[in-house]
């Protein structure tokens, strides 16, 4: 029998709960209405279902459950916002920030609207992988459409200042959005002290079902949105297509038990990760912790090994599954641009390795993940001297 693995890789996707999946089940089967057949009971109860979604997930950020528009996950509501914002505000606020470190989908959407001719200002970020505030302050002018900054980096885990700019925003008359996939449900939220106007949620992220997302919409007319896809007008005509309802139920379900648990679960993550934290300083107490120590999601250790080639760590850890540093959460090879923008140097990048521990990590894990890391640590750094 095949040995599974241990699982370090909670930031690239998270085991599905089976709570979820039992939430889920009955839309696979008996409650297969559409929601939006509204003439017969099978509509109906598909209808309550995302209706009952839509509390679950407001509740977890303190929204109203009538500004959940759900989508298929966090990068089409990220291009959603950024897309539909541009078209609706562009011709009277032709400018859009955001920051390097953001989501490869946010940093590619934001190149879409400068293709068609909208200014976009990318700010960098300090070496502890944080926005500078000042420099967020001086970019936001009177021609500033939204402001686009992640909650917590999906590379290197650290959380970034969302209420200071926020309100930065706010006095600009600039809307602000933040991509949440890594934050919802994990850390507290709240979309009115963070003075959001739109902010995007994935299920897989939460121990949800893939393939499904929200997009918190504050409701007003300021936030009006083009729809950047054509069909029946449905989620409040700015997200068209049937909706799948077991996969809204699962994200629903999701978001009612990250509620219930986020403080606890921090806890004890917190917990492990400062042992395993404190293993690796004793076999290297030359590595170098990537982003800011303090302000950083507890499940995220994003690390590098000077003088280890990451890819032979890698090969050397096979019974773990964690993300190189080279190229995390992307299809495209070479050396990781959120680390550039901190100032690691390609060397520094490469030997780097992404750690993530979440609600399925036990204490007998992470002595064993201790155990293999130590081993290969020792191993590769005897072969290099």
């Known amino acids: 029998m095949t040995v599974r693995p241990i699982y370090l890789d909670y930031q690239a996707t998270t085991p599905l709960d089976p ?67 541009m078209d609706a505000w562009g011709k009277k606020r032709p400018h859009m920030v955001t920051v390097a470190t953001e989501h490869k989908c946010v940093l590619e959407a934001a190149a879409v609207c400068a293709h068609h001719g909208y200014d976009v200002t990318i700010l960098p970020v300090g070496g502890d992988g944080i926005v500078d505030l000042n420099r967020v ?18 590379e290197i885990g650290v959380i970034q200042p969302l209420a200071e700019i926020g309100r930065l925003a706010r006095t600009k008359g600039a809307l602000f959005h933040s991509d949440a996939a890594q934050a919802f449900g994990k850390t507290p939220l709240d979309v009115a002290d963070m003075q959001l106007d ?8 939460i121990y949800g079902p893939k393939g ?3 997009l918190y919409k504050r409701s007003g007319r300021s936030t009006a949105l083009t729809p950047q896809m054509s069909g029946g007008g449905q989620e409040a005509g700015l997200r068209s297509g049937t ?9 629903g379900a999701a978001s ?30 030359d590595i170098l912790i990537n982003g800011s120590e303090e302000k950083r999601w507890v499940g995220n250790l994003n690390v590098s090994f000077p003088g280890i080639d990451g890819d032979m760590l890698l090969a050397s850890v096979r ?67």
């Open 198 to 205: 739109f902010m995007s949620i994935s299920g897989h992220k």
């Open 137 to 154: 302050e001086e970019a936001i002018t009177g021609s500033t459409a939204l402001v686009s900054v992640m909650a917590v980096n999906n």
């Open 212 to 214: 499904v997302g929200a």
């Open 243 to 251: 909706q799948a309802p077991a996969l809204v139920a699962g994200l």
């Open 19 to 85: 709570r979820v999946l039992d939430a889920m089940m009955p839309f696979f089967t008996e409650k297969f209405g559409n929601p939006h057949s509204s003439t017969h009971a099978y509509g109906w109860e598909t209808e309550a279902a995302l209706d009952i979604a839509r509390q679950q997930v407001a509740s977890v950020i303190a929204a109203d459950e009538g500004e959940v528009i759900f989508t298929s996950g966090a990068t089409e509501a990220n291009n959603l916002v950024l897309k539909g914002v």
């Open 319 to 385: 019974h773990l599954a964690l993300s190189s540093g080279a190229a995390c959460a992307s299809a495209v090879s070479g050396p990781s641009y959120v680390l550039e923008a901190i100032g690691r140097s390609a060397a520094e990048s490469k030997a780097a390795l992404r750690i993530g521990i979440g609600r399925f990590t036990t204490d007998e894990e992470i002595d064993k993940a201790i155990a293999i890391l130590q081993s290969a640590i020792r191993t590769l750094r005897k072969g290099a001297a």
């Open 256 to 285: 009612a038990l990250a509620a219930t648990d986020m403080m606890q679960e921090a806890r004890r993550l917190e917990s492990l990760m400062i042992r395993l934290k404190d293993a690796l300083f004793e076999i290297a107490p």
